[in-house]
C-alpha cells in the first residue's frame, strides 16, 4: 500500500478524514458546514488590586476568553474555593457578563457574602467573544495567598484551572468597619 499524503490519493483531491477512511474502512464524521471542531475557552483569573492591607477588598475577576472560537461555549461551569483567610467579602457585589446558556437558564453566580466558595453554572460565551465574572474578596491576616479554581468545563471541553496570586501587605492601611451599639 502506498502512502497518502493527507489530501491526496490517486491525483485526486480528498480531505484528511476521507484519505483515513480509504486506509481503515468506513468512518463518519459530522461537521456543521464551514465550522472546525472548536477549542475550549480560555480562563484565567486576576485579582486587582492584587495587594491590599488587612481587611481591605479587591476584585477576584475570572475572564472566560472565547473569542477565537466560532462555536458558542455553552455549559460553562467552575467552582473556586478560595485558600484559608481569604473569604468573600460583605458585600461581595458578585456580577457576570456571560450569558445564559442554550437552554435558557442562568447564568448562576453564587458567591455568599462572607464565604469561601464561588461558582458559575448555566453560563454561555457567544462565538468570538469575553465574558467574565467578577467578585469581591478580603483578607484580614498579611502574607501570600495562592488561589488556584477548578476545571472550568463547557461544551467545547474542559478549560483547565486559573491561577493568581493576593498579597495581603501588613505595612498598608486595612480597613474594616464596626457598628455601635450592636444590636
Known sequence: MSRMHGSERKGHR?????????????VVVTVAPGVANAAPPLFTKVFAPSTIGPGST???TFTIDNS????????????????????IATPAIASTSCSADVGGSGPD??????????????????????CTVSVDVTAS?????????GTLTSSEGASGTATDDLTVATDRPGFSK??????
Open 58 to 60: 479587591t476584585t477576584l
Open 14 to 26: 480528498v480531505g484528511r478524514f476521507a484519505a483515513v477512511a480509504a486506509m481503515i474502512g468506513t
Open 68 to 87: 477565537a472560537e466560532a462555536v458558542i461555549a455553552d455549559e460553562l461551569a467552575f467552582s473556586d474555593t478560595l485558600p484559608a483567610g481569604v473569604t
Open 109 to 130: 453566580v453564587s458567591a455568599p457574602d462572607g464565604g469561601g466558595t464561588i461558582t458559575l453554572a448555566n453560563a454561555s460565551v457567544p462565538a468570538g467573544a469575553v
Open 141 to 149: 491576616t498579611g502574607g501570600t495567598y495562592v488561589n488556584t479554581s
Open 178 to 183: 464596626d457598628f455601635s451599639p450592636d444590636p
